[in-house]
């Protein structure tokens, strides 16, 4: 509902709540969850982050034992590289 609003114009680009948010397709929860809890532990370089913490990511899909590791471990990978590393480099730069 949120996104269809913001797409209109009349919300901001964060929804204000959990519930206003799009639902995860059930195969992305196990990445999303492992995501939110390894987001912040990244490898900086000169000036920016360049990667995530790999083994912070195996340790809770060792953790949480999930069946999928590697499919699960790659989509927590793409998912900072192609989107919370570069938003996180951005907002550095501010």
Not at 45 to 71: C, K, M, N, T
Not at 74 to 93: D, F, Y
Request: charged residues 35%; negative net charge; proline residues 6%.
């Amino acid at each position: 509902m949120h996104n269809e609003r913001k797409k209109k114009g009349i919300l901001p680009d964060e929804p204000p709540c959990y519930e206003c948010e799009d639902k995860l397709m059930p195969e992305n929860e196990d990445a999303m969850r492992i995501f939110y809890k390894v987001r912040h532990q990244l490898i900086l370089g000169p000036g920016s982050a360049f990667d995530i913490r790999h083994d912070a990511i195996w340790r809770l899909i060792d953790e949480y034992q999930i069946q999928d590791r590697v499919g699960c471990f790659e989509k927590v990978c793409t998912l900072a590289g192609q989107w919370w590393i570069p938003r996180m480099n951005a907002k550095s730069e501010d």
